[in-house]
């Protein structure tokens, strides 16, 4: 069997692990998900006629909610990668890692197994917190079908990137405590994003810490395939973080997979 048969197999191996892992234990998933579900009926109900004054042009709760959608499903996989920190992070502490070390199997598959079952969570998490925005007002009725592809797209890369990331904070954490906490920014930064009010009428000393993250390029760029609003650069600007994320957090975790034990 070749190099490449054997790390498909020992990936797949991994990742049916990881997602019987998450199907006897629903409720780390759940509770990861309510987050951006409350987010989105809070601030739909409670703060939605308020909110939607700073989108301007006249906008009602209909038009906020469009508005919010986008941003909200960004935020969802912000919130389920949280998981795969910390799974890494027990796995780490339950000495499981340390036996795969020891079996001869293609070693990233221990983290791929992870990264895969996280991003497939996360795009099921999309679809549902998705479908609660159809529920309550969503439309996105001028979307072409290459349009609703490329949306998908992004929502995959940008699972991928956060996934990542997550998986380097498992490891670099010494309890699954500790991992979540370490993970909280990814939950944190879309709410300094555009995913609520444009990032031009925050106040000025504001509005970089906004406009130059990651969630903000990836949000406006969702919300014009979806919405049909101006996409600019931030298409551009979303896949350049992508990239530079899945490629810091690949070689962040393999450093802390690899490294000898203490």
Request: include cysteine.
């Amino acid at each position: 069997m070749s190099s490449l048969s054997l790390a498909v197999r020992d990936s797949n191996t991994m990742l049916r692990r990881n997602l019987l892992h998450a199907r006897r234990y629903p409720s780390g998933t759940l509770n990861l998900l309510l987050t951006p579900v409350m987010m989105l009926l809070l601030f739909v109900y409670i703060f939605g006629d308020v909110m939607s004054a700073g989108i301007g042009g006249g906008a009602d709760r209909s038009d906020y909610i469009a508005y919010i959608v986008p941003g909200l499903l960004l935020m969802t996989i912000g919130s389920t990668v949280i998981g795969a920190a910390v799974y890494v992070s027990m796995d780490m502490t339950e000495g499981l890692i340390a036996r795969f070390r020891t079996m001869a199997v293609y070693r990233p598959s221990v983290l791929i197994g992870h990264v895969v079952g996280s991003v497939l969570q996360s795009v099921m998490s999309v679809v549902l917190v998705g479908a609660i925005g159809v529920a309550i007002g969503f439309r996105s009725t001028d979307a072409t079908a290459l349009e609703w592809l490329a949306a998908f797209g992004l929502i995959v890369f940008f699972a991928l990137a956060l996934t990542w990331i997550a998986v380097g904070m498992g490891l670099a954490s010494p309890n699954p405590e500790a991992a979540s906490n370490m993970a909280m920014p990814l939950i944190l930064l879309p709410l300094i994003s555009s995913a609520f009010i444009p990032a031009d009428t925050m106040p000025g000393w504001f509005q970089p810490i906004a406009e130059y993250q990651p969630f903000t390029p990836a949000i406006e760029t969702l919300r014009g395939l979806l919405l049909g609003t101006e996409i600019g650069n931030n298409g551009w600007i979303a896949i350049a973080w992508c990239i530079g994320l899945i490629a810091l957090g690949y070689r962040w975790s393999m450093a802390q997979f690899n490294r000898d034990p203490k």
